[in-house]
């Protein structure tokens, strides 16, 4: 019986350890066919996924996390869960970044098994809510000499605890993870700089070829939200002079709400930026547009000292991860180029301004130092030739043709006076001009408009709203009174008074009707110390005319 008993032994070890090898040889596999898996995929997320599923089926987990470390290495910025239902998630909450168990493998990135925790005194810290563990381990994740984050697996299946061949495998795993995870940070780091290059170029030669500065500057908070992919991007212009950031552009979900806004210089988190011209990489952002949150932000100045403009802006969801230090370098890379051709479009607009002026200057002196003399001096001639005129029908209509004159030296003088303003600026000219394009719509046609004098430069700001005002009620009644087929409007601004008059060929003013508008433009006429008459036109319709002095030079 004794060699029998020896043989049964002997035949129960070698089924043991054949079973062994045979499991070993199943992990195996497993494992390669788990490496091949994520190295499979260059998209982070998906490979993160993929590292965290593998894991958890190799060691026949319930549970699995990677936690990926941030830049700076003393928090997870990131979790991939598998295993893990979302109310279980509402529930345990926020992870405890750095603190007890999760913050030990952060300190010690080393494989650990439970018996490891309950032996080290920092082993603590369940988040609130968690389900109790009877069983976990967790291996660092290495790309080169830099931890990225950590595997954590908890409840092995039938209640068993974590051997040393679980560890095994999850290091030789994780050391395949570093190498998946790199291959997928560098394949997305360069696909940013792609877009970083054709974004630069896109936006320098959008800026160089003249095309509108709003249409640019939305052009950047656009590429500026794709180099980072982030969900939403802005650039903030500073107004220094109203101590506001003004959001001339935004890109991304809810970019309506947000463009033109303005933000108190002191209250924004991008007032520090904009001072000292270094980035800054923020992990929560201040509430936008009222009830708008976001998350992870950066933020990268739009030039530094005496150039600085404002900044671009871009932020995440409140759960994304952070921005990391390779992404701020792109942004930043990317606000310097734009800088420039900034400045450089200014430059030019300026330059082409300048030119502009300059040729208005040079017609302006043309036609008051050629045109309008010679028209002078041909108004002088007739007007001696009047008294050498027997016939009474031909001195009159030499007459005629001498106030035709003057009024054309007028109109030319006009002219010169509008050349001398600047392009971009809106004169009183040009809002008066507003007024009457905007009252033809409810004419039904175009009045006739005759400007004469020093109208932006002869009249002050007080003179000019009542002036407007004045010319807004004058069409206004026109409009809804006069059934008029004509109207015109005439400024004249002489040395000492202003003269508004305005004419129209309908029904004239009824008796009995309201007053109230004519009231108004009467007392705004006395109220600066001028005169208001009302009066029919001899070849019918009505004809109004508001006088007020102009303050002396002196």
Known sequence: MLP????DDLLTE???RLETVRSTRDRVH???EAVVSIGGDLDLETVLHRITEAATTLVDARYGALGVIGDEGEHLIQFVTVGVTQEEIDRIGHWPHGHGILGLLIKEPRPLRLHDLAEHPESYGFPAGHPPMRGFVGVPIRVRDEVFGNLY??????GGDFDEQDEIVLTALATAAGVAIENARLYAAGRRRERWLAASGEVTTALLSGRAP???IALVAERARQICDARLSMVALADEAAG??????AAGPDADRLQGLRVPLEQSVALRVYRSGEPSSLLEGQALAGDLEVGPVLIVPLGTGTAARGVIWVGNAPDAPPFRQDTVRLLEAFAGPVTVALEL????SDAERLTLLEDRDRIAKDLHDTVIQRLFATAMTLMSATKLIERPDVSLRVRRAIDDLDDTIRQIRSTIFALQTPPDAEGLRSRLHTIVDAAAESLGFAPSVRLAGLLDTAVDEEIGEHLLAVAHEALSNIARHAHAGEASVNVDVGDSDLTLRVEDDGVGIPEGGRRSGLRNMADRAHRLGGTFTVQPRPEGGTRLVWTVPLPSES
């Open 30 to 32: 497993a494992l390669l």
């Open 345 to 348: 479009a200014e430059r030019r």
């Open 153 to 158: 697996l908890t409840e092995k299946a039938g």
């Open 14 to 16: 070698l089924q043991a």
């Open 4 to 7: 029998q008993l020896k043989l």
């Open 214 to 216: 709003a249409d640019v």
């Open 244 to 249: 506001t950031f003004v959001i001339e552009a």
